[in-house]
């Protein structure tokens, strides 16, 4: 059943072949207001595959972290969120894009928070899917992500690790959509991740961005729970939060009808 909606998900995927902007590959959909949707570390742009052709009204444009999909790697080897931010600041303004509203999940709000920080005239507003607050220093995230790696490889990664982003009644389509990513890590790529994930601190960059913040989290987020990102949300002066009943730490792919919805009335 699984190779069957691994071969549905190539197959949608097509409509939204990678596009390139100096060693950044994206992918991007529809017109309108931008939205810039930011993946998570075991993810790349396909992952928002829902979003891509579910919300209507906007351009979405769903890009491939430094390391991830078909874009190049980092220069610095222990990358901080700033570095990744500093990538995406280049990209935005290779695209031309103004009046901005992200959209992350787990470690890209991680991004978000730190590109927001700096170009808060670029940025209207951020929706955040279960936060990846970091960790601020503390290697013992980082060394149990980097030994998984060398243990497991990619494949492995997405076999043991995916079940665990999605809550107990995920449909198969969303498990497998998660497993596709996370066969494609890239090892450099994660691992560049990784490092961006112990140093990060988003509650420190959330304190300076002024404008309407959403976070969001599911009820059975094994990933990042729900106490950490209230916390998150606590942290940005102008933020509500609200819970996801039942659902896990991917909450754009196991309820994409849900998120789409939440993305567009948000957005709007």
């Not at 979003?51 to 901080?80: C, M, T």
């Not at 969120?81 to 500093?86: G, K, L, M």
């Not at 792919?253 to 998120?259: C, T």
Request: some cysteine; hydrophobic content about 40%.
């Amino acid at each position: 059943m699984f190779a069957i909606l691994a071969n549905v998900i190539e197959e949608r995927l097509k409509r939204f072949a990678p596009r390139q902007s100096k060693g950044i590959s994206y992918r991007e959909a529809g017109s309108g207001r931008a939205l810039l949707l930011l993946h998570g570390i075991g993810s790349s742009s396909a992952s928002w595959l829902n979003q891509l052709e579910g919300v209507k009204g906007f351009r979405l444009i769903a890009w491939d972290a430094p390391g991830y999909g078909e874009s190049g790697y980092l220069k610095n080897e222990k990358p901080h969120p700033r570095d990744y931010a500093q990538e995406l600041e280049g990209f935005v303004e290779r695209l031309l894009l103004k009046d901005i509203v992200l959209v992350g999940n787990s470690l890209g709000c991680l991004m978000a928070g730190s590109f927001a920080k700096n170009n808060q005239e670029r940025v209207r507003k951020m929706l955040l899917i279960s936060p990846a607050g970091g960790y601020g220093g503390d290697t013992k995230v980082l060394n149990e992500r980097l030994k998984a790696l060398e243990e497991l490889g990619p494949e492995g990664m997405a076999e043991k690790r995916s079940p665990t982003l999605l809550g107990a009644k995920a449909p198969p389509e969303a498990l497998e959509l998660v497993r596709w990513s996370q066969r494609r890590v890239h090892p450099q790529g994660y691992r560049q991740a990784a490092y961006c994930l112990s140093s990060g601190r988003l509650a420190d960059d959330a304190r300076s961005y002024r404008k309407q913040v959403l976070v969001v989290c599911g009820t059975e987020d094994r990933i990042t729970p729900e106490a950490g990102c209230k916390a998150v949300a606590q942290a940005f002066p102008l933020s509500e939060y609200r819970s996801l009943p039942g659902i896990g730490h991917v909450a754009h792919i196991e309820d994409p009808a849900l998120i789409n919805k939440t993305i567009a009335g948000f957005a709007a």
